[in-house]
Nanobody, 120 residues
Framework: QVQLVESGGGLVQAGGSLRLSCAAS????????MGWFRQAPGKEREFVAA??????NYADSVKGRFTISRDNAKNTVYLQMNSLKPEDTAVYYC???????????????WGQGTQVTVSS
């Protein structure tokens, strides 16, 4: 059974940093795309960042501030978030897909989400 468990969310002041982690279990995800989405209150879920093999993609809204990375030995994907803004406040979801992750929101598996709150 595949499980994705996120951690690292919390409350931070604007300009601060947080690092999210997502540990995947149930199979080897080395060749899967792993990534992050977020959903703010009253808004639709949106793509944040994804990594598959050597390819990395970011939403324009987080480019230059967020960095995605993965440790295949640990089946874990990370999201380092710097220069956080109040508009980054959302529930952040980890996702994996055999092919790709992007704005179409398709994913084979989803995590339960972790709350990130950025105060002004």
């Amino acid at each position: 059974q595949v499980q994705l468990v996120e951690s690292g969310g919390g409350l931070v002041q604007a300009g601060g940093s947080l690092r999210l982690s997502c540990a995947a279990s149930g199979r080897t995800f080395r060749r899967y795309a792993m990534g992050w989405f977020r959903q703010a209150p009253g808004k639709e879920r949106e793509f944040v960042a994804a990594v598959r093999l050597s390819s990395i993609n970011y939403a324009d809204s987080v480019k230059g501030r967020f960095t995605i990375s993965r440790d295949n030995a640990k089946n874990t994907v990370y999201l380092q978030m710097n220069s956080l803004k109040p508009e980054d406040t959302a529930v952040y979801y980890c996702a994996v897909d055999l092919l790709q992750l992007g704005p179409n929101l398709n994913a084979d598996y989803w995590g339960q989400g972790t709350q990130v709150t950025v105060s002004s």
